[in-house]
């Protein structure tokens, strides 16, 4: 079997960025302790999904939480890459927290567009999962939200068909499959008036086009089950695919009868472990 790297995979600019910052901030709190005890570095949320990563930061003492309010008054707590809605922001203002803010660049800009067109009175479209903690940070900047995630969908607005009086402001989740973005963009526009900004992030996009792309007969995709842009990696491939999140699930796969297996990476996944797979499917005999 040969084993082939896709380019790009890994790290996307928005993780590196998340990972800095809880780096620098668990080297600065915990060096130069208040009253001779290291300070707990909260973190709404898992900063990036991705097991390996979560297990490496909660070794060095960082706290995961689901909700604010099991985070200390005057604590440090650092918002995750997938961003929070502007609820959330004035809870850490009332609590007295102290906020590392690591919302990806890109995910800000979808926030911006869709205060944007809320406040101008268009009607608020997610395109996306609904659950996933950047859809849930997407869906507060806007007054009864639309979360959907194919067309037709039975959440949009129920308005005649043919009757484009009611504009609609379509945002989408950065990490969905790109086509059906497009796909779901195109139907909306169909049957109502729209303004659009939805489109995934560019690390998603070239990730997902390196996958099509791929020739061979099946698709090694490296990344944690919760991970929504290694999930879609997954779906746009064009060949028979496999999934693993740590090194013990990639030694359990079967890969009888591939001949050629490319490999590649959720933009959560780390290189080490990327690195460490290669190597053991590279000794592989099948
Ligand atoms: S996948 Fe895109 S939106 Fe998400 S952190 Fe990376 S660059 Fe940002």
Do not use: W
């Amino acid at each position: 079997m040969t084993v082939e790297i896709l380019q790009p995979h890994g790290f996307c600019a928005g993780v590196e960025n998340a990972l800095r910052k809880a780096s620098r901030l668990l080297d600065a709190l915990q060096a130069s302790p208040a009253d001779g005890r290291p300070q707990t570095v909260y973190c709404l949320h898992e900063i990036v999904h991705n097991e390996l990563v979560i297990s490496k930061l909660r070794a060095r003492g960082m706290v995961f939480v689901d909700s604010l309010s099991q985070v200390p008054e005057f604590s440090t707590v650092m918002f995750s890459a997938h961003g929070v809605g502007p609820t959330v922001r004035a809870e850490a203002e009332n609590r007295n927290l102290r906020v590392v803010d690591a919302t990806c660049p890109f995910v800000e800009r979808v926030h911006r567009a869709a205060r944007d067109f809320a406040e101008r009175g268009l009607r608020v479209v997610v395109i996306g999962h609904a659950g996933h903690a950047e859809v849930r940070g997407l869906v507060g900047e806007a007054k009864n939200p639309v979360v959907v995630d194919r067309f037709p969908h039975p959440a949009l607005p129920a308005i005649p068909a043919g009757d484009k009086s009611a504009p609609l402001g379509v945002v989408s989740q950065t990490t969905m499959n790109a086509d059906d973005v497009d796909r779901i963009v195109q139907g909306i526009r169909r049957c109502y008036q729209v303004e659009s900004t939805a489109e995934v992030c560019r690390a998603t996009k070239e990730r997902q086009d390196a996958v099509k792309n791929f020739g061979g007969d099946a698709l090694l995709v490296l990344g944690s089950a919760n991970s929504s842009n290694t999930l879609r990696l997954c779906e746009v491939a064009r060949c028979r695919t496999f999934r693993a999140g740590t090194l013990e699930e990639v030694a359990r796969l079967d890969f009888s009868g591939v001949e050629r297996l490319g490999v590649t990476s959720g933009a959560s996944t780390p290189e080490d472990f990327f690195a460490a797979a290669v190597e053991l499917l590279r000794k592989r005999k099948e």
